[in-house]
């Protein structure tokens, strides 16, 4: 018999911390909801752990500056340049035993995966005894874009396959952006669909089938440009390591996962004069070389702040964050992750070009 009750509550009597899950595709949303979550947070003492795809924190830098009292930044542990599914003992449990020590401990942690991860092995990890008896999964968030599912980026073309089957039935068909949203969906106490500000009610319609189609029993919520009450996605009480069976995954079988499907790099980019005509090219470019996401932080010359750039595919945003800090150095970097063969010379070199013209 475990020590788990329902009500997240060890049965000798101890309170274990509710941790959430944030999970989703590149791109989703994410460090948009935490950050909402963070200024609504009521006076709790909340501790973030994020994970990104890239040697680049960028979330982390958003939510460091975000000035809200929950954000401290004592409470917010960054594990860059791996996906934490994969690093669950070398990366995620130092990261936990970090914020357990706070005086005092935080009442809730945040872990906002990267959008390459898997949420299930990161679930089981709360399973190993060094944590099962501190910590329970309060619940695992699945945030979706909206207007990525509805241009069909999650969904195999099924004619387009048959024919490439019946050409070469060797080939292996299997579309690595459908297999971590699916997972994503199929562990999710709760599917946020976002950024509905982009599609109309009937791409929301279908989008919502086309989610019920991977996960039947997925319980969605809809919201634009990530405006939800943390009531909703706090306090569930899922104990969803005591569950871990009934959140399949096409991974299941497998002895150990990777991420050989995408491919990541960081590239450097000088001071810009006209940051409009360098994002039209930036989109330009992302068309072009099939770019899955792009974000980081661009210098424009005679300007005191940092230029925040985030996108997925050709659709790109930009704003001004916060002010160059006096000690740091000035310098662009974007972090860039495509499909596996993204072509780093191509995108280096139109950068390049893109930064002359700007």
Known sequence: MNDQSLNGQSLNGLAKIPATIITGFLGAGKTTIIRRILANSGGRRL????????????????LKGCGDLACDARSIVELANG???????????????????????????????????????????????????????????????????????????????????????????????????????LCADIVVV????????????????????????????????????????????????????????????EAEHDHDDFDSLVVEVGSISDSAAFMRRLAEIAGRVDVLRIKGFLDVRGKPMRLLVQGVGERLQHNFDRPWRAEELRRGRLVIIGVKGLDAAAVTGLLDVSRASA
Do not use: M, Y
Request: with cysteine; proline share 7%; charged share 25%.
């Open 47 to 62: 501790a973030l752990v994020i994970n990104e795809f890239g040697d680049v924190g960028v979330d982390a830098e958003i």
């Open 83 to 185: 996906c934490i599914c994969c690093t669950v003992a070398d990366d995620f449990l130092p990261a936990i035993e970090q914020l357990l020590a706070l005086d005092p401990p935080p009442e809730h942690i945040i872990i906002e995966t990267s959008g390459l991860a898997l949420p299930k092995p990161l679930v089981k990890a709360f399973d190993w005894p060094a944590i099962r008896s501190r910590l329970t999964v309060d619940g695992v968030i699945a945030i979706v874009d909206g207007a990525a599912v509805a241009a069909g980026r999650f969904a195999s073309d099924p004619e387009q396959v048959a024919l490439q089957r019946q050409a070469d039935p060797s080939v292996d068909h299997d579309d690595p952006l459908e297999e971590v949203f699916g997972d994503q969906l």
């Open 194 to 253: 976002n950024k509905t500000d982009l599609i109309d009610e009937v791409e929301q319609r279908a989008v919502v089938d086309a989610i019920l189609a991977r996960a039947p029993r997925a319980k969605i919520v809809s919201v634009a440009e990530g405006r939800i009450e943390p009531a909703v996605l706090l306090g569930l009480c899922a104990a969803a390591e005591d569950d871990v069976e009934n959140r399949p995954s096409c991974h299941d079988g």
